[in-house]
Nanobody, 115 residues
Framework: QVQLVESGGGLVQAGGSLRLSCAASVSIFRFNYMGWYRQAPGKQRELVVGISSDGSTNYAEAVKGRFTISRDNAKNTVFLQMNSLKPEDTAVYHC?????????WGQGTQVTVSS
């Protein structure tokens, strides 16, 4: 059973930074794509940023220039560096990993940005 475990969430003031981690229980080379999604109360889950196996990335407009995704293949971990956080970034952040056959989600980590 593949597991994705997120960590690094918390409470931060506007303008602050957080670094989220998503640790996979298997080699992340198994996945064509890994990404971070978020879901705020009363809203649909939305893509924050994704990274393909070839290293290409796609960022949501709302986070471009502030968030950075990276991966450490040796540690089977994907990171999300979040800078210049805004109250509207408050949400539960979920890690996703998928290939042509499987689609996996982590349990999520809460990020709260106070104004």
């Amino acid at each position: 059973q593949v597991q994705l475990v997120e960590s690094g969430g918390g409470l931060v003031q506007a303008g602050g930074s957080l670094r989220l981690s998503c640790a996979a229980s298997v080699s992340i080379f198994r996945f064509n794509y890994m990404g971070w999604y978020r879901q705020a109360p009363g809203k649909q889950r939305e893509l924050v940023v994704g990274i393909s196996s070839d290293g290409s990335t796609n960022y949501a407009e709302a986070v471009k220039g502030r968030f950075t995704i990276s991966r450490d293949n040796a540690k089977n971990t994907v990171f999300l560096q979040m800078n210049s956080l805004k109250p509207e970034d408050t949400a539960v952040y979920h890690c996703n990993a998928h290939n042509t056959v499987y689609d996996y989600w982590g349990q999520g980590t809460q990020v709260t940005v106070s104004s």
